[in-house]
Structure formats: structure tokens, C-alpha cells
């Protein structure tokens, strides 16, 4: 298991790998799996848009919930329409708490998932190939990616 970086070098070769993988092999995989994992990894905007998001998900249901209650200010109102009217501005605040959770995380939710499942297709590809230019009886290397995630800037690469 290692931790991969964009900005730090490669790591060295596993001599435990020497009779699976060729060094240029190691190399050119380890720097493609950093590169594409690293397009999908922007720490500084990912949490500020978590945060903006988290803000927004205090502020707006609030915002919502008072202003369509303060439309019923002048008039008078018997209680049982009062009631009504407090539930009705309890679920516009609900229906507004759904939409931001939707319109702000699914973004960078998908974003995420897309990286994941470029990443797999590419280790994918390796594996079909390892084991089309591998001799019957050899052991064929596995690849495994975990994708930086949120509050996790490293990749996580593991071969055995």
C-alpha cells in the first residue's frame, strides 16, 4: 500500500514486485493513476463549496420559513388557518433544505463517482492485459485505486 501525490515524486519500486512487474511498467502505470486521479481531486474548491453548500443548508430553509409566514402578517387569521399556514411554510422550508442537498452536493457527488469509474475502466484495462501477456502459471499483479476523497487528499494505491 502507498500514498500517491501529484506533487511529490514517485515512489520506488517494490522489489517485492521484480518477478510480476517491470519497473517501466510500475512507473507508467503509478504516474497514470496519479494523473487521473488527481482531475478529480480539487481540494480548495470542493471544501469551499462543502462549506458554502452547509451554510446555505442553515440559511435558506430559514429565509424561507419566515418570509412566507411574514406574508400572513397584516391579515387576521383564525388559529386552525394559522396552523395550516405554519406546516405549509415547515415543508416549503423542507422542500428548500431537499433542493439545496440536491443542487449542491449531487455535483460533486457525481463528479466523484465519474473519477472512480474512469480510474476502475483504466486498472481494468491493465488487468485484461496482464493476463493476456502473462505465461500460464505466473501470478498477475492487482491494482487497487481508493480516490482522494473530500478531506483526503492523498491517493491510495495498493498492488499485490
Known amino acids: 500500500m502507498m500514498e500517491l501525490s501529484h506533487t511529490q515524486p514517485l515512489p520506488l519500486f517494490p522489489m517485492g514486485l ?9 512507473e507508467t502505470r ?11 481531486s480539487k481540494p480548495v474548491l470542493e471544501r469551499s463549496w462543502m462549506f458554502v453548500a452547509l451554510i446555505l443548508t ?17 391579515e387576521r387569521i383564525d388559529e386552525d388557518r394559522q396552523n395550516q399556514i405554519v ?10 433544505t431537499v433542493g439545496l ?10 463528479w466523484k463517482y465519474m473519477g472512480r469509474v474512469r480510474v476502475n ?3 481494468n484495462r491493465w488487468a485484461k ?17 481508493t480516490m482522494p476523497g473530500m478531506f ?3 491517493i491510495v494505491g495498493l498492488t499485490s
Open 18 to 26: 521484480q518477478n510480476y512487474v517491470s519497473p517501466h511498467m510500475w
Open 30 to 40: 503509478v504516474r497514470a493513476i496519479t494523473r487521473m486521479a488527481s482531475q478529480y
Open 58 to 74: 442553515f440559511i435558506a430553509p430559514i429565509v424561507a420559513y419566515y418570509d412566507y409566514i411574514h406574508h400572513f402578517d397584516n
Open 87 to 96: 406546516w405549509q411554510a415547515r415543508l416549503i422550508a423542507l422542500v428548500v
Open 101 to 110: 442537498w440536491i443542487v449542491m452536493f449531487l455535483p460533486i457527488a457525481i
Open 121 to 123: 475502466m483504466m486498472i
Open 129 to 145: 492485459d496482464d493476463v493476456r501477456s502473462a505465461s500460464s502459471y505466473t501470478a498477475i499483479p492487482t491494482w487497487k485505486v
Open 152 to 154: 483526503r487528499s492523498g
